[in-house]
C-alpha cells in the first residue's frame, strides 16, 4: 500500500476535502499505477462539483493529468517504470466493436464502468480508512497517485513540459478533436465557437489549424473574446449584448456559417449554434449539459435546410494517436499550450481554482504535485 493526498468530493455543493488515501502499490495485470505530476481543472470536474451530474462520493475528483509510470501490470507490454504519460478518461477495452471499429471514446466497457467511476472489475481502487473512494472516469487526477487501466496511460515524448502535456488530456483534444476528427472541417470553412473556456479556445486552435478562413468567437466576457483573438479568432461576439445568430448572420453576408460549435454546455446557445449555420451546415455540441437539460430544435429547418446537429466526445479521439500528435505540434509551436496555463497551485488550492472558473476567471487553472 502507498499513501495517496487527493482532493475529495464528498457532496454536491460542498468543498473538496484534502485526505490521506491508500492505494495498492501492485497494480493489476493490465494496469498502471502513476505519479501524478500535473492535473487540470476542467468544468466537467465543476459540473459534478455542483450537481450538475449525479456523482457518487466519496470520489476523487479530476481527469487532465499528467505523471510518471510508477509500476506496471504483469501483462502490460507497451509501458515501463519512468515512462511520462498523459492519462485518458476514456479508457478502451480494444475489443468491443466501438474500439475495433476506431471509436475508442464509444468503449462499451468504459460506458459501462469508467464512466460509473469504477474499473473494469467493476471495483473502485482507493481507500480511505475501511471505506472504498471512486476515481472520476477511473482517473481520479486530483490525487498524488493514480491507478489507471493500462490503456488509459498514453505514452509521451519525455521533453515535453508535464503541466502543458496534462491539458492535452481533455481541453486540448476535446477542442482540436471536435474541429479535426468530428466535424472534419475543411480550409476555407467559416466557424463559429461558443465559450472561449478552456474547451472552446482549443475548439479556436483546431479551426486555425483546419485552415478556417473566418472564425467567431462568442462570449459573455471581453476578456475571453480577447483571448479568443489570441488563438486565432478573426471577429468577436459579446452574446450578452447581441442576438449571436444575428450577430452571426451579419458577418457572414446573410448566410451563416459552415460549422458552429458549443462549449459551454447551455440549451440557449446550442440552439443559437444551430440557428447560426448555412443550409447544409453543422452544429457541433460539445459543451455537457447538467442532467435533465433538452433542447428545442425545429425539424423542419433540419430537413428543409439539411442542418446537421452532431455531438463530440473527446474530440472524436483515438487517444494513443491523438496525444502525442498534438503533443508534436505544441513542441513544434504550432498549437499554444503554454498560455493555457493561467495557474499553478498545489493540490490544497483546488476549491478556489473551481471558484476562479464559476467566475469566469483563467483558462486552465493547473494542480502540480
Ligand atoms: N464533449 C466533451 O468531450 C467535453 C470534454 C470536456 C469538457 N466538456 C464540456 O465543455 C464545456 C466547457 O468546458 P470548459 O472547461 O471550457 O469550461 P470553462 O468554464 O473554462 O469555459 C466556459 C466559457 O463559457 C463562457 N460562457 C458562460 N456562459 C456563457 C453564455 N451564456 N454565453 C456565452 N459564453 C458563456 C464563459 O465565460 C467561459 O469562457 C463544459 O460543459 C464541459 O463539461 C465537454
Ligand atoms: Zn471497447
Ligand atoms: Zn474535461
Request: proline residues 4%; contains cysteine; glycine residues 12%.
Amino acid at each position: 500500500m502507498i499513501d495517496v493526498k487527493a482532493a475529495v468530493f464528498v457532496g454536491p455543493n460542498e468543498p473538496l476535502e484534502i485526505r490521506d488515501l491508500t492505494i495498492s502499490d501492485e497494480p493489476g495485470p493490465n494496469e498502471v499505477l502513476v505519479q501524478m505530476a500535473a492535473s487540470g481543472v476542467c468544468h466537467s470536474d465543476l459540473h459534478a462539483l455542483d450537481g450538475d451530474w449525479e456523482t457518487p462520493a466519496p470520489l476523487v475528483l479530476g481527469h487532465e493529468g499528467a505523471g510518471e509510470v510508477l509500476a506496471i501490470g504483469s501483462e502490460v507490454t507497451d509501458l515501463a517504470v519512468g515512462d511520462h504519460v498523459i492519462l485518458s478518461w476514456t479508457p478502451s477495452c480494444q475489443k468491443c466493436e466501438f474500439c475495433v471499429s476506431g471509436n475508442p471514446v464509444l468503449c462499451q466497457l468504459a460506458n459501462e464502468t469508467a464512466y460509473q467511476h469504477v474499473f473494469f472489475d467493476g471495483k473502485p481502487r482507493l481507500r480511505d480508512g475501511d471505506e472504498d473512494v471512486k476515481s472520476f472516469l477511473a482517473v481520479g487526477s486530483f490525487g498524488s497517485h493514480a491507478m489507471v487501466p493500462a490503456s488509459a496511460a498514453i505514452k509521451i515524448r519525455r521533453d515535453a513540459p508535464l503541466a502543458q502535456a496534462a491539458l492535452v488530456g481533455c481541453a486540448v483534444t476535446t477542442g482540436i478533436g471536435a474541429v479535426i476528427n468530428t466535424a472534419k472541417v475543411e480550409p476555407g470553412s467559416t466557424v463559429l465557437v461558443v465559450g472561449c473556456g478552456g474547451v472552446g479556445l482549443n475548439v479556436v486552435q483546431g479551426a486555425r489549424l483546419a485552415g478556417a478562413k473566418q472564425i467567431i468567437v462568442a462570449d459573455v466576457s471581453e476578456e475571453k473574446l480577447e483571448l479568443g483573438r489570441k488563438f486565432g479568432a478573426t471577429h468577436t461576439v459579446n452574446s450578452r449584448e447581441r442576438d449571436l445568430a444575428e450577430a452571426v448572420r451579419e458577418l457572414t453576408d446573410g448566410r451563416g456559417v459552415d460549422y458552429a460549435f458549443e462549449a459551454i454546455g447551455l440549451p440557449f446557445t446550442i440552439e443559437a449554434c444551430y440557428e447560426a449555420v448555412r443550409r447544409g451546415g453543422t452544429a457541433v455540441v460539445v459543451g455537457q449539459v447538467a442532467d435533465g437539460v433538452k433542447i428545442s430544435i425545429d425539424p423542419f429547418v433540419m430537413s428543409d435546410q439539411e442542418k446537421k446537429l452532431i455531438g463530440s466526445n473527446y474530440g472524436s479521439s483515438r487517444q494513443s494517436i491523438d496525444f502525442p500528435k498534438i503533443l508534436d505540434l505544441y513542441m513544434e509551436g504550432l498549437v499554444d499550450l503554454d498560455s493555457m496555463v493561467t495557474g499553478r497551485i498545489p493540490l490544497e488550492g483546488v476549491n478556489e481554482a473551481f471558484e476562479g472558473m464559476r467566475k469566469g476567471q483563467g483558462i486552465r487553472t493547473v494542480i502540480e504535485y
